[in-house]
């Protein structure tokens, strides 16, 4: 499988949303067949922060949608779209996952919010951030959802193959963007695709990027504009030894025969 990030500029001018929007589109457009492409957060409404500017901007969310499911069906591929969105009445932070036929596979509906996102009335997602999709299991995290052991240690219970990771991050240094993704796909064995915004920055935000299970980069934008491909087997999982000349076994089971939460619950 060919797995592609995308990563737009944060536009500060005028109409940032729209110039996003209108570049992803057009990275959608060379989406390749029997691929995988993950978009950023906000892909109908990035490079705003005001609460009426993000309002106005929610209506593009169907644009953005359609053009998804048009480029999934076209191409056989699969489409990872992060929009804000007002769906049933509810403002809602949602990842659409489109399956090769253009389908919706699954709506992910971000769990943390942060104080910017309570306070324009976004819902709290259910806590289903996994599914199955052609023999792959994927599991689903939002930009803040990251900073969040509860949700990666339920993600590593759940055998993922590929975690999608639409991102903003916009202040946060590129160590910590690193070391997330890294510590996210050793921990879950899984492979990690993380899209988000170049801040032309090399200390802030950026860094869309593709993790091996054991934790491997294999690729990483730092601050460019475009898009990033990788070939991988989702299935690949990271065996290591359980402790010096054990036996082979997967790194998320090794770590997992070792937890002892019952020592903290009293304390």
């Known amino acids: 499988m060919k797995v592609i990030v995308t990563q737009p500029a944060y536009f500060a001018g005028d109409n940032p949303d729209c110039k996003i929007a209108n570049f992803l589109l057009g990275e959608l457009q060379k989406a390749p067949t029997e691929s995988l492409i993950v978009l950023p957060e906000y892909s109908n409404a990035g490079g705003i922060s005001d609460i009426e500017s993000e309002k106005r901007a929610m209506p593009r969310a169907k644009e953005m949608l359609k053009a998804s499911s048009k480029i999934a069906k076209e191409n056989s591929a699969y489409v990872a779209i992060n929009v804000l969105e007002n769906r049933d009445g509810k403002i809602k932070n949602s990842t659409y996952l489109f ?30 951030c996994t599914c199955d999709l052609e023999g792959i299991r994927f599991g689903f995290l939002t930009c ?42 050793f921990r879950c064995n899984s492979f990690v695709a993380k899209a988000s915004y170049s801040m032309d920055s090399d200390e802030r935000g950026g860094c869309s990027m593709i993790v091996s299970p054991d934790g491997k980069i294999l690729a990483d934008m730092g601050k460019d504009i475009g898009s990033a491909a990788v070939e991988l087997d989702p299935k690949y999982k990271y065996l290591r030894t359980a402790g010096y000349g054990g036996k082979m076994i997967r790194n998320d089971d090794f770590i997992n025969e070792g937890l002892r939460p019952q020592v903290f619950e009293d304390n």
Not at 103 to 122: C, M, R, T
Not at 165 to 177: F, L
């Open 144 to 185: 803040y959802d990251v900073y969040f052991n509860e949700q990666i240690e339920y993600l590593a219970s759940q055998k993922c193959d590929i975690i999608l990771i639409p991102g903003y991050q916009r202040g946060e240094s590129v160590d910590i963007i690193r070391a997330q993704a890294r510590l996210i796909a």
């Open 99 to 128: 399956d090769k036929e253009g389908e919706v596979a699954f709506i992910y509906d971000k769990i943390h919010l942060p104080p910017s996102e309570i306070a324009l009335g976004v819902e709290y997602g259910n806590g289903d």
